[in-house]
């Protein structure tokens, strides 16, 4: 079973920063892709960010320039920076981790989310 731990949200002011991370573990034979959501009040989970195991990183446009996502894969961990906050970045950040076990089944797995909350 695999379980994930997210931290790094908070309340923090516009054009502020902060880290989410996420720690993957139990069961875990091989991560593939990694990623962040969000879901604002009212609206649909959307993407804001994502990192294969190997490959090009994507981004959200409403993002991009000031969000990075990186990984750790000693750690099974996925961080996500994010500078230059803006009001509208307040949501649910939820992070995203496709894995497989030893016998080779996929799994996609989700944070229990963290809130993030960007004063004007």
């Known amino acids: 079973q695999v379980r994930l731990v997210e931290s790094g949200g908070g309340l923090v002011q516009a054009g502020g920063s902060l880290r989410l991370s996420c720690t993957a573990s139990?069961?875990?034979?091989?991560?593939?892709?990694m990623g962040w959501y969000r879901q604002a009040p009212g609206k649909q989970r959307e993407l804001v960010a994502a990192?294969?195991?190997?490959?090009?990183?994507n981004y959200a446009d409403s993002v991009k320039g000031r969000v990075t996502i990186s990984r750790d894969n000693a750690k099974n961990t996925v961080y996500l920076q994010m500078n230059r906050l803006k009001p509208e970045d307040t949501a649910v950040y939820y992070c995203?981790?496709?894995?497989?076990?030893?016998?080779?089944?996929?799994?996609?797995?989700w944070g229990q989310g963290t809130q993030v909350t960007v004063s004007s």
């Open positions: 995203n981790i496709d894995t497989k076990d030893w016998a080779g089944r996929s799994f996609d797995n």
């Open positions: 990192i294969p195991s190997g490959g090009n990183t």
């Open positions: 139990g069961g875990i034979y091989r991560i593939n892709a």
